[in-house]
């Protein structure tokens, strides 16, 4: 019943920057801290950002400063925007929803020159 639908993902530049969004469909929106992951090819899946219900956030290190998560509760979507992207950002971005366990089909980010 609940889904999950990122989009924004594409190709850019060393140094650029992507806007990923996730529309959420199902449950109240704003009752549930939501979150982005990313998994790259071999390599475990990763918390990037997360966002509470009251709006506090958290930050993995290696994007503290570059990303910033956001969320607008009247249009039920959660935002991940990216600058000053680096080759290790590269990746399949997933968004994710705490409460009901709820996970996106993921969006492909890829950062090459």
């Known amino acids: 019943q609940v889904q999950l639908v990122e989009s924004g993902g594409g190709l850019v530049q060393p140094g650029g920057s992507l806007r990923l969004s996730c529309a959420a469909s199902?449950?109240?929106?704003?009752?549930?801290?939501m979150g982005w992951y990313r998994q790259a090819p071999g390599k475990q899946r990763e918390l990037v950002a997360m966002i509470s219900s009251g709006g506090n956030t958290n930050y993995a290190d290696s994007v503290k400063g570059r990303f910033t998560i956001s969320r607008d509760n009247a249009k039920n979507t959660v935002y991940l925007q990216m600058n000053s992207l680096k080759a290790e950002d590269t990746a399949v971005y997933f968004c994710?929803?705490?409460?009901?366990?709820?996970w996106g089909q993921g969006t492909q980010v890829t950062v090459s020159s």
């Open positions: 199902g449950g109240i929106f704003s009752r549930y801290a």
């Open positions: 994710y929803r705490w409460g009901t366990n709820s």
